[in-house]
């Protein structure tokens, strides 16, 4: 089983920065890639972006230029550093990292969620 952890939400007026972390337990691959999502209400889950192990990342034309996904392997935690942010970002963002079930197969775990607010 595999268990994430997010922190770092909160409220900000627009052009702020905020830096989402997530941390994972259990079994877990360090190569796996890991992302980001995140939904506002009445919206659909939107993906943000992707990280793979060895480091490269990609971006949702919405968030890029502004957001910056990292991981750190030795602490089993991917984050998303946000600037510029835009009351549009509003939403519940969400972490996704595979892991390991407990019959052994890959699974996509989730993120408990975590609320951006972002004010005009």
């Known amino acids: 089983q595999v268990h994430l952890v997010e922190s770092g939400g909160g409220l900000v007026q627009a052009g702020g920065s905020l830096r989402l972390s997530c941390l994972a337990s259990g079994r877990i691959n360090s190569m796996n890639p890991m992302g980001w999502y995140r939904q506002a209400p009445g919206k659909q889950r939107e993906w943000l972006a992707r990280i793979t192990g060895g480091g490269s990342t990609d971006y949702a034309d919405s968030v890029k230029g502004r957001f910056t996904i990292s991981r750190d392997n030795a602490k089993n935690t991917v984050y998303l550093q946000m600037n510029s942010l835009k009351p549009e970002d509003t939403a519940v963002y969400y972490c996704?990292?595979?892991?390991?079930?407990?019959?052994?197969?890959?699974?996509?775990?989730w993120g408990q969620g975590i609320q951006v607010t972002v004010s005009s």
């Open positions: 996704k990292i595979p892991g390991y079930g407990s019959t052994g197969s890959l699974l996509d775990y």
